[in-house]
């Protein structure tokens, strides 16, 4: 596959993906909360860069509206949700030490390889472009995974969990052109309700341990102690 | 097509009705109403299958065929049963001061949110609208589980909404891949729509289809509760509201298996290896096990019970992997015995921890001398889920061994072995409990034990003889997902 070769849509589509892959590489390394909300809400400018522009080269009105659900809710109203809550907790000066900070990043790395790896069958069908957008999608689900798994703040859960939805509406749009409409509503209404419910969370766990550390949610045990 | 329409309408209805009108004192009776009248909604939707046969209404966006239409009944009998149960259960709650007229708004209309939700799940036609779907039952029960507002309660639901969400992610990039496979052959409006996948399964690429129910089978799967993605089912069973845990137990765990059917039946259309049937198989199996054995450690009566669905639950899944008519006969009757008699327990296990003032088993002692109904009632249920003939459960699990006897032989004894664990795990925690000394104090509540009886009563007729025309319908529905019928 050479690049130079592709039209100027997939070579700008290739791009968006690398640059989502990066952000999500950026955030899983971020130790400080309010820099890891810039970048996912700059995760979810890259989406809706992306639907817009898919919107436009493929001559599919649908896809405006879900850049502008995406630009409403992941750029907008998520990252604002979640920074209210850093500083109302004054935690924005804190930076989390990160254990294993380069085992992760290596982690990182092959749960990329890893997501190649999975998808590779898919080329059989179509250009490798589609199994870089495909892969890149899944790894940045995984990522997320990941993300949630080094992190040990609710508000860092919470951005790796939207990081996984956009993971899923990157492969949405880039692999069939986006879902139908009603079940991009509906996943949109789905994360609305999940922030708006993480919102409730917060406010509960705070009141209830008095912190956002979900370390210290540790009252039940699988087994008797 | 008019009563699949009422069957959502209702609930929907229910939601903004206990939103804005509040609680009152007679919501939970009304709660109970809205419930009885989708309950006679879904039994005219199945009388209309029973007579016209598979429905597919007019726009395409539901399908109503016979293996979603008895869940859909089965649904909204034990939401309706429940909701009997949880009218007493949740004032005796608000009158020791554990929930206010503000909670329960939100639990009676979360109880609607979750019951659309779980028929949206099941009439659906998109495969799509059945991810949204789902994660909106997710949703609607979250704050219910820390509804009590205890930090070990909003620990189970932070555990359950992460988890399950994460989990369900899966799922939804699983029916991204689907989708995928499917605008190569189809037209793009309609490729995700069930019953076209279905009729286009074999053109369907195969290698993309299995990648795809890996993703399902990960994502509805830690839904289902399947080991090891179980750990946020005991948690959330143990700190929500009792008639949650009831519902739960009877209803998610069932749809989500519905959904891993569903996206089977199409990965088998398509590649026609047994991948996806193994992997069910294999998931299922251990989560058998490993529940069974967890049942040995457990303190809380609402753990052990939830460790218990998730032993059931891995024997559908692995009689739905199976796959013959008989495995899958045994499933579905399975599904349905499993529901009823959950519900039921999880009614006098609620019941039962009134009584003592705990859930810790423990403290739980002398039921029979204090309250015989509750007593017997929990002896009875767990008799009939441990198995014991002549209830309903034991046919089914008899089944699933013929058909594992047939097709895969080397599995019966670890089969045999897991039942005989769980036996003795649960009977070791419930002997105690009903028999034995009461402690000093100990009074009766009023209790509306009507629920149990009904359900245990059933499950008890479906394993002397299941009537003619539910075994006719469940013979439909097997012919549908395994291609011929067992009897």
Known sequence: ?????????????????????????????????????????????????????????????????????????????????????????????????????????????????????????????????????????????????????????????????MAI??????????????????????????????????????????????SLDVDRLNRLHEVDK | MIAAYLVLLI??????????????????????????????????????????????????????????????????????????????????????????????????????????????????????VMWVAMEGATLATVLLVSLYRTPESIEAAWKYFILCGVGIAQALFGTILLYYAAVQVGDVENSLLWSVLYENASKLNPEILEIAFVFMLIGYGTKIGLVPLHNWLPDAHSEGPTPMSAVLSGLLLNDALYAVVRNKMLVDGASHSDMAGHLMMGFGMLSFLVAAFFLHRQKDIKRLFSYSSIEHMGIMTFAFGIGGPLATFAALLHMTVHSLTKSAIFVTVGHASQVAGTQSMEKIRGLIKTQPRIGWGLLIGTVAIAGFPPFGVFTSEFLVLLATMHSYPWLTPLLLLGIGIAFAGLFRHIQPMVYGNQPEGQLPVKANLWPVMIHLGLVLWLGLAIPGFLANWFSQATLLISGSTPL
């Open chain 1, 1 to 161: 596959m050479n690049i130079e070769q592709q039209d100027f849509y997939t070579q700008a589509i290739l791009s968006l993906a690398a640059l989502v892959g990066l952000t999500s590489f950026l955030m899983l390394g971020q130790g400080r909360l309010l820099r890891l909300i810039f970048i996912f809400a700059m995760q979810g400018f890259l989406l809706t860069l992306t639907a817009a522009l898919a919107a436009y080269s493929l001559d599919n009105p649908h896809l405006y509206i879900s850049a502008a659900l995406t630009l409403v809710l992941k750029v907008i109203f998520i990252p604002w949700m979640l920074r209210r809550e850093v500083i109302q907790m004054n935690t924005h000066r804190d930076i989390e030490a990160l254990h294993n900070k380069t085992t992760v990043m290596l982690g990182g790395a092959s749960l990329m390889v890893f997501s190649y790896y999975v998808l590779n069958p898919v080329v059989q069908t179509t250009s490798p472009v589609m199994l870089n957008a495909l892969a890149v999608s899944l790894s940045v689900v995984l990522l997320g995974m990941l993300l949630m798994i080094s992190h040990r703040q609710a508000v860092a859960h919470v951005v790796g969990f």
């Open chain 1, 165 to 210: 939805e956009n993971g899923l509406f990157f492969a949405a749009i880039v692999a069939t052109n986006g879902m139908p409409m009603v079940v991009e509503l509906g996943v949109a209404f789905d994360v609305l309700v999940a922030a708006v419910l993480f919102g409730i969370f917060f406010f509960h766990i705070r009141t209830s341990i008095d």
């Open chain 2, 11 to 128: 609930p929907f209805i229910g939601i903004v009705f206990f939103a804005l009108a509040g609680h009152k004192a007679d919501t939970g009776k009304l709660n109970v109403r809205f419930n009885a009248v989708c309950l006679l909604a879904t039994v005219w939707l199945a009388i209309n299958v029973l007579n016209q046969g598979t429905l597919l209404s007019s726009g395409k966006a539901f399908l109503i065929d016979p293996f979603n239409v008895y869940l859909i009944v089965l649904t909204a009998f034990v939401g309706f049963t429940t909701s009997i149960f949880s009218s007493p259960y949740m004032a005796h709650e608000k009158e020791l001061g554990k929930l206010t007229d503000k909670r329960l708004r939100l639990y009676y209309s979360m109880y609607q949110g979750f019951m659309l939700a779980m028929y949206l799940v099941l009439t659906t036609n998109n495969m799509g």
